[in-house]
Structures are given as structure tokens and as C-alpha cells.
């Protein structure tokens, strides 16, 4: 049986991911700070206390996946905050860097062992880390930490070719989830669809593409 791993897997698209990727016989390891009765009732491996920005929680990370072969890595935690010309919040930028940018990257660098030739890596990222795509400005630090992540997306889809494994980067829609106070066009179970339908089909040929969970390609 094929294994996905899925990070922030306990609410909204993480969560609606794990029940697809269950319903497509995989067996799911989703990882959490703390499960949801939602989570629960999926019955898949639940692994608390993971939370990826955190020393404590990529140690725990590394010691329970140690021996576990994953053949789809998908990167989905992240945060959203908000920060304006005249009210730029240091600890706010930062923390959206760390949980973003940075934690996806560690946790593949963690995991790299456990992944082999036709594994998968997706990064669930945002078109609001488009530099050309930015049309309203504000959002300075999750725009940038997203543009941060795509940049490490594309190292990483140079770094892990040789070793024939893919990386695909992805907006999942402007989603109804509790990111974004429940507005949105699209479902968390209609982006889990597209998304999940994108990485199945990801492979070398894709590696290292920013797309739209409709298919589009976004610029950078």
C-alpha cells in the first residue's frame, strides 16, 4: 500500500486530503499539533504533536516516521496573518516565515531518507506568493513568505531530480476554510479534488511547476 503524508492534516484542506487520499486506498499518515474529532473518525495514522515549526516537533517527526517509506509528501500546514503599510508587525512576519517557508523545507530535508525514486513532494503554497500576480498589495507576510516557499520549491525540484523524485508547487483556490473565516469560492473537499488529482498525475515531466488547482500554470 502507497503512503501519503500530509502535515496540518487535522482541519480544512489537509484534512479533506487525508479522506481522499484514504478513500484512493492509501494509507495516510496525518500529522497535527492536535487531531479533531473530524480526524478522528477517518481512521488513519494520526500523529500528534507535530507541529512543524517547532525543534520538538521536527524531532518528534523524524523519530516516528524513521522507518517509514513515503511515496507523496505534501507539505499543507501554514498561517495566515495580516500586516499593512503603517502597521508592520516583526513577530507576525516572522512567524508566517517560519511556519511557511522554512518548516516545508526542513521537514523534506527531515524526511528526504524516507522518500525513493518516483516519490512525490508537493507544497501547498499560494498565487499570493506571485510577484507578478500581486494586483492589491498588503498581506506583506504571508506574500512573502509564500514567495519564499516557491523559491525553495524550485531549489528543491533542482537538488532532488537526480534522485528522480518530483516537486509540485500549489494554490489551492481562494478556499472556505477557518484560515480565511469561512469565505472563499471554492470548498476545502472541491480544492482537495483538484489537488489531489494534480499530484497523482505530478511526475518528472511537472517537476518544479507553480500551478493553480484548476491546472493553470501561475507565474512566478
Same mark, same amino acid.
Given at each position: ?16 486530503m487525508a479522506k481522499q487520499f ?94 525513493? *525514486?518516483?516519490?512525490?513532494? +508537493? ?9 507578478? #500576480? $500581486?494586483? /492589491?498589495? %498588503?498581506? =506583506? ?5 509564500? *514567495?519564499?516557499?516557491?523559491? +525553495? ?9 537526480? #534522485? $528522480?523524485? /518530483?516537486? %509540485?508547487? =500549489? ?10 473565516s469561512g469565505t472563499g469560492d ?35
Open positions: 500500500m502507497n503512503t501519503v503524508v500530509i502535515t496540518g492534516a487535522n482541519r480544512g484542506i489537509g484534512l479533506a484514504r478513500d484512493k486506498g492509501y494509507h495516510v499518515v496525518a500529522l497535527c499539533r492536535q487531531s479533531s474529532s473530524d480526524l478522528n473518525q477517518l481512521n488513519v495514522q494520526v500523529i500528534e504533536n507535530i507541529d512543524v515549526a517547532a525543534p520538538a516537533g521536527l524531532a518528534k517527526l523524524a523519530s516516528e516516521l524513521a522507518n517509514t517509506k513515503i511515496d507523496i509528501l505534501i507539505n499543507n500546514a501554514g498561517i495566515l496573518r495580516d500586516e499593512s503599510l503603517g502597521d508592520i508587525n516583526d513577530k507576525t512576519i516572522v512567524e508566517q516565515f517560519m511556519v511557511n517557508a522554512l518548516a516545508p523545507l526542513q521537514v523534506v530535508d527531515i524526511l528526504r531518507g524516507q522518500l525513493s *525514486a518516483g516519490s512525490k513532494v +508537493a507544497l501547498i503554497t499560494s498565487r499570493m506568493g506571485s510577484i507578478a #500576480d $500581486n494586483g /492589491s498589495g %498588503g498581506r =506583506y507576510g504571508y506574500r512573502m513568505s509564500k *514567495a519564499a516557499l516557491n523559491a +525553495a520549491g524550485m531549489s528543491l525540484s533542482k537538488d532532488l531530480a537526480p #534522485d $528522480n523524485i /518530483s516537486v %509540485g508547487l =500549489y494554490h489551492p483556490g481562494w478556499v472556505q476554510t477557518e484560515m480565511v471554492i470548498s476545502a473537499t472541491e480544492a482537495a479534488t483538484r489537488l489531489t488529482q494534480l499530484i497523482l498525475a505530478q511526475d518528472m515531466t511537472q517537476t518544479g511547476l507553480f500551478k493553480h488547482s484548476n491546472g493553470d500554470l501561475l507565474p512566478w
